[in-house]
């Protein structure tokens, strides 16, 4: 279990371990979550991580009237100790806030690393099909060729922002301002990476392109069909039969190599907002009821056959968010596949953080006494349309 450090506690380890022993066993705690960073003062850390430390944050308080000489103090301490504990804390609090549990995208896509800022060509092998063969005894096997195909990705694109941690923040001991601002800056981040995501799997962005040739991600005739109308995810009696429709269109869906048909198990339904509680009821249904009235002579009454039955509908998990909206512009429009078989986030690197060196012109410009860059870089791809189908009323 975590557990916070008072300022005592920080001094005894510093003079027990020196400085940067300190910040060593420190950082060791935070990222094992031994210690809980995000309750620290920023004011203890910056007076027992530096050599006289209550001295300096003295010299640097608002309330001290009169000059000094701001290079000389600067160069008098290492700044190192306390600028790395900082960098920890907020790279905690920004991967926290990244992956924010309602957040979609992580459902969505897989990722794949890449070296390739503006796009790669990734090399496949098609499918052998069924072209097996009897082989008689003695008799050798017969060859078979292989199909070759590549997808050709989008370019990478980089993203990012610079969290500071200023003088004011410093003295005044407002460690949750700097948290707050970082929490907020990678939320938003994570944010812009869930619209690009939801944009490639509602179609909205299209950048699908096998073998040199570029294709819409979901099509209603062409190379594959995917995508229909008419299907609407309603409150009728045979609410579930909108997934048998979707079930029935993958059977159609072939490969492209061998013409034999795809096969998949459906584990994502993606609905905006307003067919949440619908889709939630056909998935958790534990019985369907089928009433057929059977036409009786004139003048008697047509009795009821009720016929029950387990729920035919395969399990998958019903992803929604205003999102979902917000990208697709629809309220009828839903999602139904293995969404992390046809889509990956490709990505040069991950959310990351990089702390600016010490002596930087915003020390005395500003009064930023340290840094952090936050960055990520990549791109959603589409990889294989054929998991995915798209339906509407």
Same mark, same amino acid.
């Given at each position: 279990?975590?557990?916070?450090?008072?300022?005592?506690?920080?001094?005894?380890?510093?003079?027990?371990?020196?400085?940067?022993?300190?910040?060593?066993?420190?950082?060791?705690?935070?990222?094992?979550?031994?210690?809980?960073?995000?309750?620290?003062?920023?004011?203890?850390?910056?007076?027992?991580?530096?050599?006289?430390?209550?001295?300096?944050?003295?010299?640097?308080?608002?309330?001290?009237?009169?000059?000094?000489?701001?290079?000389?103090?600067?160069?008098?301490?290492?700044?190192?100790?306390?600028?790395?504990?900082?960098?920890?804390?907020?790279?905690?609090?920004?991967?926290?806030?990244?992956?924010?549990?309602?957040?979609?995208?992580?459902?969505?896509?897989?990722?794949?690393?890449?070296?390739?800022?503006?796009?790669?060509?990734?090399?496949?092998?098609?499918?052998?099909?069924?072209?097996?063969?009897?082989?008689?005894?003695?008799?050798?096997?017969?060859?078979?060729?292989?199909?070759?195909?590549?997808?050709?990705?989008?370019?990478?694109?980089?993203?990012?922002?610079?969290?500071?941690?200023?003088?004011?923040?410093?003295?005044?001991?407002?460690?949750?301002?700097?948290?707050?601002?970082?929490?907020?800056?990678?939320?938003?981040?994570?944010?812009?990476?869930?619209?690009?995501?939801?944009?490639?799997?509602?179609?909205?962005?299209?950048?699908?392109?096998?073998?040199?040739?570029?294709?819409?991600?979901?099509?209603?005739?062409?190379?594959?069909?995917?995508?229909?109308?008419?299907?609407?995810?309603?409150?009728?009696?045979?609410?579930?039969?909108?997934?048998?429709?979707?079930?029935?269109?993958?059977?159609?869906?072939?490969?492209?190599?061998?013409? !034999?048909?795809? %096969?998949?198990?459906?584990?994502?339904?993606?609905?905006?907002? $307003?067919? =949440? &509680?619908?889709? /939630?009821? #056909?998935?958790?249904?534990?019985?369907?009821?089928?009433?057929?009235?059977?036409?009786?002579?004139?003048?008697?009454?047509?009795?009821?056959?009720?016929?029950?039955?387990?729920?035919?509908?395969?399990?998958?998990?019903?992803?929604?968010?205003?999102? !979902?909206?917000? %990208?697709?512009?629809?309220?009828?429009?839903?999602?139904?596949? $293995?969404? =992390? &078989?046809?889509? /990956?986030? #490709?990505?040069?690197?991950?959310?990351?953080?990089?702390?600016?060196?010490?002596?930087?012109?915003?020390?005395?410009?500003?009064?930023?006494?340290?840094?952090?860059?936050?960055?990520?870089?990549?791109?959603?791809?589409?990889?294989?349309?054929?998991?995915?189908?798209?339906?509407?009323?």
């Amino acid at each position: 279990m975590s557990k916070c450090v008072s300022l005592r506690e920080l001094k005894q380890m510093a003079a027990a371990e020196g400085i940067h022993g300190a910040r060593d066993k420190l950082l060791e705690g935070i990222r094992a979550d031994h210690f809980r960073g995000a309750d620290w003062s920023v004011r203890d850390l910056f007076e027992s991580l530096h050599e006289d430390g209550a001295e300096l944050l003295r010299s640097i308080s608002y309330r001290r009237s009169g000059g000094r000489p701001l290079r000389e103090a600067a160069d008098a301490v290492d700044t190192s100790a306390f600028s790395s504990i900082i960098g920890q804390i907020v790279f905690n609090k920004i991967k926290e806030a990244y992956q924010d549990p309602e957040l979609l995208w992580p459902q969505l896509c897989d990722t794949m690393t890449t070296e390739f800022l503006d796009g790669e060509r990734i090399p496949g092998v098609g499918r052998l099909g069924t072209k097996l063969e009897e082989v008689d005894e003695g008799m050798p096997y017969p060859l078979v060729g292989l199909n070759e195909e590549y997808i050709d990705t989008a370019p990478t694109r980089k993203r990012g922002c610079v969290v500071p941690l200023t003088r004011e923040i410093i003295v005044a001991d407002r460690t949750g301002i700097l948290l707050k601002t970082a929490g907020e800056e990678a939320y938003w981040m994570g944010l812009d990476k869930e619209q690009r995501v939801l944009a490639a799997v509602c179609g909205v962005v299209n950048n699908y392109k096998r073998n040199g040739t570029a294709t819409n991600t979901y099509l209603t005739s062409g190379s594959y069909v995917n995508s229909t109308t008419g299907n609407a995810l309603d409150a009728s009696a045979n609410e579930w039969r909108a997934l048998e429709k979707l079930d029935l269109l993958f059977d159609g869906i072939t490969d492209p190599n061998t013409g !034999v048909p795809i %096969i998949v198990k459906p584990d994502v339904l993606l609905v905006p907002s $307003a067919l =949440k &509680k619908t889709a /939630l009821r #056909i998935m958790n249904a534990t019985q369907v009821e089928h009433v057929n009235n059977v036409t009786q002579a004139q003048g008697t009454a047509a009795p009821s056959i009720r016929t029950f039955s387990p729920n035919p509908v395969v399990s998958a998990k019903v992803l929604s968010s205003p999102m !979902v909206k917000f %990208i697709s512009g629809s309220t009828t429009k839903y999602w139904y596949g $293995a969404p =992390k &078989k046809a889509f /990956l986030y #490709i990505e040069v690197w991950g959310i990351e953080t990089t702390q600016a060196p010490a002596g930087h012109p915003d020390e005395f410009n500003r009064d930023i006494w340290a840094q952090y860059k936050v960055s990520e870089r990549g791109v959603t791809q589409v990889y294989e349309p054929r998991f995915m189908t798209q339906s509407d009323q």
